[in-house]
């Protein structure tokens, strides 16, 4: 059984930064894909970053320089970093685990087997 829990979300002025935590257990964590998502109030969930094994990283579009995706195998833990925070950013924030071992950077979320419960991210205006 694996487990994934978030951490480090809080309330933060626009501009201001935040780091992220996905501590994993239940599982060798080094060879597995870890994503991040987003969903605000009333939208769908969105991509966010993702990371692989070797440490390959796809960041979206509107996160592209300013959030940075990261993992240390060692602790079992992924992280993100956001800087420059907009209201826009606002929302719970998941990670997850790849459904198999592989390389593949993926972005749709059924390409996702286990889930974090998500932390809240608030910024304000």
């Known amino acids: 059984q694996v487990q994934l829990v978030e951490s480090g979300g809080g309330l933060v002025q626009a501009g201001g930064s935040l780091r992220l935590s996905c501590a994993a257990s239940?599982?060798?964590?080094?060879?597995?894909?870890m994503g991040w998502f987003r969903q605000a109030p009333g939208k769908e969930r969105e991509f966010v970053a993702a990371?692989?094994?070797?440490?390959?990283?796809y960041h979206a579009d509107s996160v592209k320089g300013r959030f940075t995706i990261s993992r240390d195998n060692a602790k079992n833990t992924v992280y993100l970093q956001m800087n420059s925070l907009k209201p826009e950013d606002t929302a719970v924030y998941f990670c997850?685990?790849?459904?198999?071992?592989?390389?593949?950077?993926?972005?749709?979320?059924?390409?996702?087997?286990?889930w974090g419960q998500g932390t809240q991210v608030t910024v304000s205006s």
């Open positions: 997850a685990m790849a459904r198999r071992p592989t390389a593949t950077l993926f972005t749709r979320a059924y390409e996702y087997q286990y």
């Open positions: 990371i692989n094994w070797n440490d390959g990283t």
């Open positions: 239940g599982r060798t964590f080094s060879s597995y894909g």
